[in-house]
């Protein structure tokens, strides 16, 4: 999947200035604007001139001497392109140009993150459950293929926008690969290690209880994803802290809030929050098994409330003259039947 590329060797940057934005790397990517905060990986918006397209443009920042980082960047690509799924970012290509930076590209996404959608407040229930069966649908297919998300946040969770700028409810989920190998069950893992900036990309906001443990697996990604759900019905989280260590100890201990007591103005029907209550339940085994029954609970959500709101409609006439029609040949012909049983006895 690499591609070796060949171009002019990046100059220092200057002090506020991107100078990757305007070069053309090797006549195949003119790079067009910076996307996002600048970090170890930055991401660019940038046109592909062979074949006229845009792509988002990942490129590592870090020093040539971190070996480390330079192979987990490929690795996650890897990874991520073995992933083929309509809810799914797509990795198109990764190379590396002759200076040795390394990139990765991406099918470019019209929209905005689950994030800052939610940036406005809850959304309704249905819509939010129906954003899930998207993201749910990725991870199952993720799953399927052997690879945990580890990091699932409405952050990771483009709302694209259909051919007329509106935003429809697909969703595409990126950051596949970006977890690290896990520990082996022998290994613990101190809180420092927990809540330090390189240990787990995750957002502790939306991280399983076992991640303390060094677990991380479909199950994990389950929790998270109930999580986001929680937030997008009550437009929060169910614990919120500024200090890492008290969300960690949140999620071990503390009971998940209920729907009724932090928005008793939504009317959210309760085979929603007994799917998101699973979810969130803090031992594994007791959560959902595979993410397929999260979503055969989330086809049938709300449908026991629906049909009991559901008015009783009366028979229209013509089907009432062909119900009573029937009715009559019926009991026509028992009385026909039972007439010549008696006559034979």
């Known amino acids: 999947m690499q591609t070796e590329l060949h171009s002019t060797p990046l100059a220092p940057p200057s002090w506020g200035v991107d100078t990757l934005v305007g070069q ?175 240990s787990f990309h995750g957002a502790h906001a939306f991280m399983a209880p076992e991640r303390a443990r060094g677990v991380a697996d479909a199950r994990g990604d389950i929790y998270s994803l109930g999580v986001v759900l929680f937030q997008m019905l009550m437009g929060r989280v169910p614990f919120e802290s500024e200090d890492a260590l008290e969300l960690v100890f949140a999620h071990h201990k503390e009971p998940v809030p209920g729907f009724g007591e932090l928005r008793p103005d939504l009317d959210i029907p309760a085979s929603v929050e007994a799917v998101v209550r699973r979810c969130l339940e803090k031992r594994p085994e007791q959560r959902f098994a595979s993410m397929d029954a999260v979503l055969e609970a989330l086809r049938d959500v709300g449908v026991e409330e629906d049909e009991a709101a559901e008015p009783v409609r009366a028979m229209p006439r013509a089907h009432r003259t062909r119900t009573a029609q029937f009715v009559g040949a019926l009991a026509g012909f028992f009385k026909y039947w039972s007439r010549n049983a008696r006559v034979r006895e």
Do not use: I
Request: net charge positive.
């Open 24 to 198: 053309v790397l090797h006549g195949r990517f003119q790079v067009l604007e910076a996307v996002g905060p600048s970090g170890p990986a930055r991401l660019y918006r940038a046109l592909h001139l062979p074949l006229e397209r845009e792509v988002a443009l990942r490129v590592l920042s870090a020093p040539l001497t971190d070996q480390e980082a330079r192979q987990r960047f490929f690795q996650e690509a890897r990874v991520a392109a073995r992933l083929a799924h309509p809810n799914t970012v797509t990795v198109l290509d990764a190379g590396r140009t002759d200076d040795g930076t390394l990139y990765v590209t991406q099918e470019w996404l019209e929209g905005r993150t689950l994030a800052h959608v939610l940036t406005s407040g809850a959304l309704p229930w249905a819509r939010a459950v129906e954003l899930a069966r998207g993201l749910g649908r990725s991870l199952r297919q993720a799953h399927r293929r052997g690879v945990v998300h580890g990091d699932v946040t409405p952050s990771y969770v483009m709302l694209v926008t259909d051919a007329a700028g509106r935003e429809c409810s697909h969703v595409k989920v990126r950051g596949f690969g970006r977890l690290r190998p896990v520990v082996a069950e022998s290994e613990r893992l101190s809180l420092p290690d927990l809540t330090g900036s390189g």
